[in-house]
Each structure stands twice: as C-alpha cells, then as structure tokens.
Nanobody, 121 residues
Framework: QVQLVESGGGLVQPGESLRLSCVASKLTYGYSRYKMEWYRQTPGKERELVASLAVAGGSANYAESVKGRFAISRDNAKNTVYLDMHNLNSDDTAVYYC????????????WGQGTQVTVSS
C-alpha cells in the first residue's frame, strides 16, 4: 500500500524556520516518475498549492505568498521531498500535506496525512 508520511511540523515563533519532510513508499512505477508537491490548508479554506517539483534539480514552482522564503527539494535515493520554510509568519499556520502526482498517468496521485505547522509568538 502506498504511503506518504510527512514530518517536521511544530510550533515556531514568527521569523523562525522549519524543514518538513515527506517519505514515500510503494509508489507504482517508482518515485522518480512522480511530481512532488506541498499543499497547505487552514480550517474553512481550500487546500492551497505551496510548492511543486517535477524532477530532482529541476525548476520548482511556488505560490506567490511563499516565494523567496520556502524551498522545495527532493532526494530520489531516499524517496523524500523536503520543504524548507524560512521567515515564517502567522499566515503560514496550516496543515501541510505532500502529494505525489504521477507525471504520465494523471489519475494516479497520493496524499500524505498532513503535518501541523503553527507560527505564533
């Protein structure tokens, strides 16, 4: 059974940093065939795409609200995607989810269970 497990969330103060990790297992066709993405969601709002990275070392895409502060990266040898978050503010408070999207078969996608990030003084 496919699993995506996020970790690294927590409570931080404004201006601090966090690194989220998401480890994938048992992905059909292999990890490198998936675009990896980070989303976030707050109560009452739709899930928002934060960052995406199709291939290791490739171009990443970011939401305007996190450009210059967040960085997505992946290690295919470890089946892991990271989200480095810097200069956090209260608007970044959310549950963060990783998603694996098969690049060739768009109907194949998997989600993690989410990790809570809270930015508060």
């Amino acid at each position: 059974q496919v699993q995506l497990v996020e970790s690294g969330g927590g409570l931080v103060q404004p201006g601090e940093s966090l690194r989220l990790s998401c480890v994938a297992s048992k992905l059909t066709y292999g990890y490198s065939r998936y675009k990896m993405e980070w989303y976030r969601q707050t109560p009452g709002k739709e899930r928002e795409l934060v960052a995406s990275l199709a291939v290791a070392g490739g171009s990443a895409n970011y939401a305007e609200s996190v450009k210059g502060r967040f960085a997505i990266s992946r290690d295919n040898a470890k089946n892991t995607v990271y989200l480095d978050m810097h200069n956090l503010n209260s608007d970044d408070t959310a549950v963060y989810y990783c998603k694996a999207q098969n690049r060739n078969v768009l109907s194949i996608r998997h989600w993690g269970q989410g990790t809570q990030v809270t930015v508060s003084s």
